[in-house]
Every structure is written in structure tokens, then in C-alpha cells.
Nanobody, 120 residues
Framework: QVQLAESGGGLVQAGGSMRLSCAVS??????MGWFRQALGKEREFVAA????????YYGESAQDRFTISRDNAANTVTLQMNNLKPEDTAVYYC???????????????WGHGTQVTVTS
């Protein structure tokens, strides 16, 4: 089992930055991912990282602006978001697969999400 808890959301102006954190407990030696879901839209993949942190990949909307990282000693996964845009407004979720394969093909553990609102 894996338990996930996001933090760090809130309100920010366009062009600003925000850092989201995900506290991971339980089985932690697995890849981790971030997703987001805007109101009325489907859930969208944002970024993922391997257990070692040696490989990452990003969704199209996150390229060049977001950075995913992890601190395995602290059991946290971070999403640094820069140059935020109003279209980045969404609930952001931390997620984990059940298997350690890379890239993950199915995320089965989810946090409750944290709201990020970007104002213009």
C-alpha cells in the first residue's frame, strides 16, 4: 500500500512560481507522478520520476516550465512550477503505480489533490 498527501497549492499570479510537495508513505521504492484536472476537463498527465530520480518525463503542458524531483530520505516528491499561466489552474494530484516498471502504465494510488489557481 502507498499513502500520498499533497501540499503547497494556493493562489498565484500569472508568471509566478509555486512548489507542490507530496509526502509518500508505505511502499516508497516506486516511480511517482503528478497529474492535474481542471474544472470540466479530463485528468492530464504532468510529470513522472523514477524511484532513483535518474529519469523523468513530462507532459506537453509541463515541458520547460515544471520540474519534478524527489527526496527519498524524506519520502517526498516535489513539483516546481515556474512561469505559471491561468490555464495551469487545476487540482494537482500525486500518484503512484503498483509496480516499479518504467514508465508506469497504470497509476493506482492517488492523493486527495491540492488546488492551484493562477490569476491573470
Amino acid at each position: 500500500q502507498v499513502q500520498l498527501a499533497e501540499s503547497g497549492g494556493g493562489l498565484v499570479q500569472a508568471g509566478g512560481s509555486m512548489r507542490l510537495s507530496c509526502a509518500v508513505s508505505g511502499r516508497t521504492a516506486i516511480p511517482m507522478g503528478w497529474f492535474r484536472q481542471a474544472l470540466g476537463k479530463e485528468r492530464e498527465f504532468v510529470a513522472a520520476i523514477t524511484w532513483t530520480g535518474g529519469s523523468v518525463y513530462y507532459g506537453e503542458s509541463a515541458q520547460d516550465r515544471f520540474t519534478i524531483s524527489r527526496d527519498n530520505a524524506a519520502n517526498t516528491v516535489t513539483l516546481q512550477m515556474n512561469n505559471l499561466k491561468p490555464e495551469d489552474t487545476a487540482v494537482y494530484y500525486c500518484a503512484a503505480p503498483d509496480l516499479p516498471s518504467w514508465p508506469p502504465d497504470d497509476y493506482v494510488y492517488w492523493g486527495h489533490g491540492t488546488q492551484v489557481t493562477v490569476t491573470s
